[in-house]
């Protein structure tokens, strides 16, 4: 095992995914030497191994830290609107159903690997090294040991290098090796907690003249009770299409094991969708089921020596679509907690800079998984029920009553980076009592008492202060 050179004062990075990029790009705009070690090849010259999500949702704390990077003019074009849900109810009928009531209430689909070019291109004209065909295969803490922690990792030839353990950054998902290492070394409480669903992508090719076949702006959702499938938006005219659904017993991944089942499936519940999908049983039989879950980690660094972010620290079931916000959100709150008054990081105290974030984050990325489980319910159920509905419709109405006190729980997360999502949680608990008392025996908005609304929302919630 020989010895790898790692200059002092170089940033390692474990993982050049969408994080990880974002990452070494805001540090090397800081003056920071950064090197990216990434296990797959450069997905800039060759196909990549199917796997991760094809298109996701970006929201306004994404934005946020796209715009402290400087790179939302490259981005942008990428970006489809949705200004809110297309509801197929199971006899066709459409339903739209808006996220919010301002025109910056908008999330916006993009291409996980559009994104992903675009951050890498950008941190390599930043400077940054980003080796390919790469990868951390364990790490060595020096428990006991000071100075001795060892990184080890397997070159493009897949011989084994060694080096010191400082400043290395997991950015490298959720089976993340880094975060393995803290677990077994350190003895702390990881919980991963994976769910009984799994998914599938699927594509809807684009119509005559690269014409979408379905509304462009909007997230489309076919909510089946336990099972849903959603449809987003993508440039080319096309749409990356999901299915959610049980692995096992009927309906299941597993009793879809032919392509008889998986047509009569598609006929059976999304029927309007099914005739706009040629090639909907080849590719349902070609392409892997993806598993989900949630983790959940007490400790997410080591002295100045190692520290976990976005999936690594904290992965998520994708039901909020903030995996990647929440991310983005980890890179700009880690910049803000390592570089002083100028913007710089040379005299950064790394060791109480990972500290800080990892106390000031984990209530919040703990709040988002909680969210992101109770959305899946609502988007694949909920949102079908009248209450729902009337409750939702109410929402709005208070929120025009009450633009800073009553907030809706979902714009909260998406489109108010200033409210932090333990806050977002916990008003949101606030909110659905109020909600729930007002429409307990009320058929419509027009038969409830807003005057007696009003009170509630004024006794029971604090005007959000700016900031959060």
């Not at 450069?42 to 402290?68: C, F, K, T, V, Y």
């Not at 080319?236 to 999901?242: A, E, K, L, N, R």
């Not at 209450?387 to 009553?406: D, I, N, T, W, Y």
Request: aromatic share 6%; proline share 6%.
């Amino acid at each position: 095992m020989n010895r790898m050179k790692n200059p002092a004062g170089t940033v390692t990075i474990a993982g050049a995914g969408l994080a990880g990029t974002l990452l070494a790009l805001l540090l090397a705009q800081r003056g920071q030497q950064v090197r990216v070690i990434e296990r797959l090849p450069d997905m800039r010259r060759e196909d990549i191994p199917a796997g991760r999500s094809i298109n996701l949702a970006l929201a306004a704390r994404g934005i946020q830290a796209l715009e402290m990077a400087n790179i939302m003019d490259q981005v942008r074009p990428l970006l489809i609107p949705m200004p809110g849900r297309m509801l197929h109810a199971p006899d066709g009928t459409l339903t739209f159903v808006p996220y919010g009531q301002g025109e910056h209430e908008v999330i916006y689909s993009v291409s996980r690997p559009g994104l992903n070019r675009v951050l890498l291109d950008a941190a390599e004209r930043a400077g940054v090294q980003i080796r390919f065909n790469c990868s951390v295969a364990h790490a060595d803490l020096d428990v006991g040991q000071p100075g001795h922690g060892q990184l080890v990792v397997h070159d493009a030839s897949g011989a084994l290098h060694t080096e010191p353990l400082l400043r290395v950054i997991g950015a490298d998902g959720g089976g993340s090796v880094l975060r393995r290492a803290l677990v077994g070394q350190l003895q702390i409480d990881c919980t991963e907690d994976l769910l009984e669903h799994g998914y599938k992508e699927l594509s809807l090719p684009p119509g005559p003249k690269g014409r979408h076949l379905l509304d462009r702006q909007a997230l489309h959702i076919w909510p089946r009770g336990g099972f849903m499938l959603i449809a987003l938006p993508n440039v080319d005219g096309s749409f990356t299409v999901t299915l959610f659904l049980p692995l096992k017993g009927t309906p299941s991944f597993e009793s879809l094991a032919g392509e008889d089942a998986i047509l009569h499936f598609f006929q059976t519940h999304f029927s309007d969708v099914c005739a706009l999908m040629p090639e909907l049983a080849r590719e349902f039989l070609a392409r892997p089921t993806g598993i989900m879950g949630t983790v959940r980690c007490s400790r997410w660094s080591y002295r100045d020596r190692l520290l976990l972010i976005g999936d690594a620290a904290h992965a998520m079931t994708p039901f909020h679509g903030q995996g990647m916000n929440c991310a983005f959100e980890d890179c700009r709150e880690l910049i803000e907690c390592l570089q002083d008054g100028s913007g710089l990081l040379d005299g950064a105290d790394w060791a109480q800079a990972f500290r800080d974030f990892e106390q000031g984050r984990r209530a919040h990325t703990d709040a988002i998984s909680q969210m992101a489980l109770e959305n899946y319910l609502e988007m694949r159920d909920t949102v079908r029920d009248p209450g729902f509905q009337l409750r939702k419709a109410l929402s709005l109405v208070l929120e025009r009553r009450h633009p800073r006190r009553f907030v809706p729980r979902y714009s909260m997360v998406m489109f108010h980076p200033e409210i932090p999502y333990a806050q977002a949680l916990e008003r949101g608990c606030i909110q659905e009592a109020i909600l729930a008392e007002l429409t307990d025996a009320a058929r419509s908005v027009e038969s409830i008492d807003l005057a007696r609304a009003d009170r509630l929302v004024e006794a029971r919630l604090v005007p959000i202060r700016a900031g959060g």
